[in-house]
C-alpha cells in the first residue's frame, strides 16, 4: 500500500510538473509574441528614420518622370520606373491594363503679348488641348459680352470668328483673403469682399444669359470660328491656379496667370486692342493602353487575405503633382520598401495599388475591384492616402460598424509621437467618392482613408501650377510611411478576419432621408474620346 501511494504522489508531481513546463512555454511563446511585435515596430521606425528614401524617390518621381497625366508617356514611364524600383526592393510588380485612353503628350507653350507691347506671360496649354503647330497663333482678343438672353448671345457669337476668346472673370486682387486680413484695415476688407462677391454674380448672370456654363461654352466658341481661348482659373492664393482639361477638338485653350490674364482683360475692356501671340506643340498619339501598377509582397500564412497600400499613381499635369498624389504615392512605396526589409515574409498578403486615372472618376481602382472579385472578397484592410503632404490627422471607419475594434487594435501598436495627432470618427460613414478608398468602401470592403493636414493644399497645390517637389513637407510624409508600415504589419498579423457588417446609416441632413451605402461603379474603359 506504501508503494502505491508513493506512486502516486510521483505520478501527481510529473503532472505537476508537465503542467508547469507547458505554462512557462505558454508564457514564454506569449512573450516571446509580444517581444516580436515590439521588435518589428521598432525595426519600422528605426529604418523609417535612419534609412529613408522619401526623398529620393520624390525627385525621381516628380522631378525626373514628372506629371502623371493618363494617357502620356509619362505615365507609362513612371510606371516602368515604379515596377523597376519595387524589383530592385525584391518586390513583384507588374503593370495591369484595364482600358484605354486618348494618347496625348505636352509640348512647348509660349504666350506673348505682341502689340500694344511685347510682354512674355506666365501660362500653360492645358491637358488634351489641341496643337498650334510650331507657328503658332497670333490674333485680336475678345471677351465674352453681356447679353440680355441667349438668342442675344448667338447674334453676338460670330464676333468671335479670328479671335482669340477671354472667358473667365477678371480677379479684383490677387491678394488671398488671409493676406488682406492681415494688412487691411477691417472696413477696407470687407469692402473688397462686398465688391468681389457683386462682380461674381454678375459674371455669373453674365455667362447664365449666354446659355452655356464655363465647361460648355469652350466647344460654342469653337464651332462660332474662334482660333483660341484665354482662360484663368485662379485658385485663391499667390500665383496659383487651377489647371484641368481644354473641353476643345480643334482651337488651342491656355491658363494664364491671374496677373497676366487681369493685363489682358483691361487692355481689352478699355479698346488698347491687344494682340497676343500662342504657341502649343502639344502631340495627339491616338488611343494608347491605361492601367493600374500593382506590386505584391505575398502572404506566407493566408495569401488569399490582402492588407492594401492604396495611392492614385495619376496626376494633372498643370506641376508635376507632387502633394496629389506623389506624396500619397511615395509614402505608400515606402512602407512596402520598410516592410520588405523587416518583415519579409507576412502573414497576409500585402499589396500595393498605385492606381490609375483616379482624378477622371477612380477609373483604376474601380477597374481593379470589378476585375479582381476574388482579391476584394479577400481583403483585410486598405489603407489609402490622397489629400496632400501633411501628417495624419484624422482616421474615419467608413461605416463599418466594428472598425474601432481591429483600427483601434492596429493604432494602438503606433508610436505615440504619431497618433496624438489623429482624429478618429467610428463608425462613420461611407465616403461615396474623392478617392480611391471609395472604391473598395463601395463593394463592401473595410477601406480607410488616410485624411491629412492641410498645408494650404485646396488653395496653392491641389490640380494647380505649384503643385511641385519643393512643397512636400518630408517630415510629414515619414510620419505617415510610420504609420501606414505599422498598420499593415498589425493588420497582416491579426489573429482576426477584419468584419465588413454595416453601421446603420443616419438622415442626410440636406435631404432629410437615410443615407444608404454607396453602390459600386464601374471604370471608364475607353476614356477622353469626347475630349477629342
Do not use: C
Not at 492596429?410 to 470618427?425: A, F
Amino acid at each position: 500500500m506504501g508503494i502505491l501511494v508513493s506512486e502516486l504522489i510521483n505520478m501527481n508531481i510529473m503532472k505537476t510538473n508537465k503542467l508547469l513546463t507547458a505554462l512557462l512555454l505558454l508564457l514564454s511563446l506569449t512573450f516571446s509574441i509580444a517581444q516580436t511585435s515590439k521588435d518589428v515596430v521598432d525595426k519600422i521606425v528605426a529604418e523609417a528614420n535612419n534609412n529613408s528614401q522619401l526623398e529620393v524617390l520624390a525627385h525621381e518621381l516628380m522631378d525626373v518622370v514628372g506629371p502623371r497625366l493618363v494617357g502620356t508617356p509619362q505615365m507609362k514611364k513612371a510606371s516602368d520606373w515604379a515596377i523597376a524600383t519595387y524589383k530592385k526592393w525584391g518586390i513583384e510588380a507588374r503593370m495591369e491594363e484595364y482600358g484605354t485612353w486618348r494618347g496625348w503628350e505636352r509640348g512647348i507653350t509660349h504666350v506673348d503679348l505682341v502689340y500694344p507691347r511685347v510682354v512674355s506671360l506666365s501660362g500653360m496649354q492645358l491637358a488634351w488641348s489641341p496643337s498650334t503647330g510650331k507657328k503658332g497663333i497670333t490674333a485680336d482678343l475678345i471677351i465674352i459680352p453681356e447679353v440680355t438672353d441667349s438668342i442675344a448671345f448667338q447674334k453676338w457669337l460670330p464676333n468671335v470668328k479670328g479671335k482669340i476668346v477671354l472667358v473667365s472673370m477678371n480677379q479684383p486682387t490677387g491678394r488671398p483673403d488671409y493676406n488682406w486680413e492681415e494688412f487691411a484695415t477691417p472696413e477696407s476688407f470687407e469692402k473688397m469682399k462686398k465688391d468681389r462677391d457683386a462682380l461674381e454674380e454678375a459674371w455669373s448672370s453674365r455667362m447664365k444669359k449666354t446659355g452655356f456654363t464655363s465647361r460648355t461654352i469652350n466647344k460654342e466658341l469653337e464651332k462660332a470660328g474662334a482660333i483660341g481661348i484665354v482662360q484663368s482659373r485662379w485658385s485663391n492664393g499667390f500665383g496659383a491656379n487651377k489647371i484641368f482639361s481644354a473641353d476643345t477638338k480643334k482651337i488651342p485653350v491656355v491658363d494664364l496667370s491671374l496677373e497676366d490674364y487681369g493685363l489682358l482683360y483691361r487692355m481689352t475692356e478699355n479698346g488698347d486692342n491687344p494682340k497676343i501671340k500662342v504657341v502649343a506643340e502639344s502631340k495627339e498619339l491616338g488611343k494608347v493602353p491605361t492601367f493600374n501598377t500593382i506590386a505584391e509582397i505575398k502572404g506566407t500564412e493566408l495569401p488569399d487575405e490582402y492588407v492594401i497600400l492604396s495611392a492614385h499613381f495619376d496626376s494633372w499635369d498643370g506641376a508635376t503633382g507632387a502633394t496629389d498624389n506623389g506624396t500619397g504615392t511615395i509614402t505608400m512605396m515606402e512602407a512596402a520598401r520598410i516592410l520588405k526589409k523587416v518583415y519579409p515574409n507576412p502573414k497576409r498578403t500585402i499589396l500595393i495599388g498605385n492606381w490609375g486615372s483616379e482624378e477622371q472618376g477612380l477609373n483604376g481602382s474601380r477597374a481593379f475591384v470589378e476585375d479582381h472579385p476574388e482579391i476584394v472578397a479577400g481583403i483585410q484592410a486598405v489603407f489609402n492616402q490622397d489629400n496632400g503632404t501633411g501628417r495624419v490627422v484624422n482616421i474615419s471607419g467608413q461605416g463599418f460598424l466594428h472598425a474601432y475594434d481591429y483600427i483601434g487594435r492596429w493604432l494602438n501598436s503606433v508610436p505615440e509621437d504619431i497618433t496624438k495627432h489623429i482624429e478618429t470618427n467610428f463608425p462613420g460613414t461611407p465616403g461615396g467618392g474623392g478617392s480611391d478608398y471609395a472604391s473598395f468602401v463601395a463593394a463592401g470592403a473595410p477601406a480607410f482613408s488616410l485624411s491629412s493636414l492641410s498645408w494650404s493644399y485646396w488653395n496653392y497645390t491641389w490640380h494647380t501650377n505649384l503643385d511641385t517637389y519643393d512643397k512636400i513637407v518630408f517630415d510629414d510624409v515619414r510620419n505617415n510611411a510610420i504609420l501606414t508600415a505599422i498598420m499593415a504589419y498589425e493588420a497582416s498579423e491579426d489573429a482576426s478576419k477584419t468584419s465588413r457588417e454595416k453601421s446603420v446609416l443616419p438622415i442626410n441632413s440636406r435631404t432629410g432621408e437615410q443615407r444608404t451605402w454607396p453602390e459600386p461603379r464601374s471604370p471608364e474603359r475607353n476614356g477622353g474620346v469626347d475630349e477629342k
